[in-house]
Every structure is written in C-alpha cells, then in structure tokens.
C-alpha cells in the first residue's frame, strides 16, 4: 500500500524555489522596462516641446516679415523692418519739421528786436 502522509519535499522545495526565482526575474524586468520607457517618454516629449516651440516662432516670424491685407478688418500689414523704418523716417522729419519752426521763431524775434531797437 502507498502511503500518503509521505510528502516529496524536495519537489516542494524545487517548486518554490523556482517560483520565488520567476518572481523575483519578472520583477527586475518589469523595472528596467519602465525605468527605460520613462527616459524615452522625457526625451520624446522634450523634442516634440522644442519642436512645436520652433514651428512657432517660425509662423510668427513669416507673419512679422510679409506683406498683406488682414482680411477679417482690411487693416494693411508690412514686414517689421519697414515699419521701423517708416517709424524712424517719421520722426526725423518730425524732429527737423519742429527745428525749421522753432528757428522761423528765431528768426523772426531777431527781426522784431533790431526794428525795435532802429525805431
């Protein structure tokens, strides 16, 4: 007759051996997995944030350097470096425009004094 209350405890012990093993193996490669996927994650996300920040300022830099008409409101837009320019352009003659003035004045007042003085 065989006897049951014999147990194989070196099969048992072979089993969970080998299973703690698996575990502990899973575990390892479930952490690299991860760790590395995260460091690409990062990477990933920072390129595509530089590269959606450069497609940016490149859509923002050909509307500040082009001609056109807005056609929501018709307003006219030149390039940046004209507008300065015109800007620039504009202030000098103003700035020369209130120099002729201000010496007609001059003129004038010196005018005014020598015929007071002669009379």
């Keep these: ?48 944030q530089y590269r959606r920040q450069n497609q940016f300022n490149a859509e923002q ?3 500040i350097t082009a001609y056109g ?10 390039p940046i470096d004209k507008a300065i320019e015109l800007v620039v352009q504009n202030s000098t003659s103003d700035d020369k425009a209130e120099d002729n003035a201000a010496n007609k004045n001059a003129v004038e007042e010196n ?9």
Excluded: C, P
């Design 111 to 119: 005018t005014n004094d020598k015929s007071e003085d002669e009379a």
């Design 1 to 48: 007759m065989a006897h049951y209350d014999d147990l194989n405890t070196k099969r048992i012990f072979a089993i969970g051996a080998i299973s703690v093993l698996v575990t502990v193996m899973t575990a390892l490669a479930v952490q690299v997995l991860y760790f590395a996927m995260a460091k690409w994650q990062i990477e990933s996300m920072s390129d595509n």
């Design 61 to 63: 830099e050909a509307q």
């Design 69 to 78: 008409v807005d056609e929501m409101n018709g307003n006219i837009t030149i």
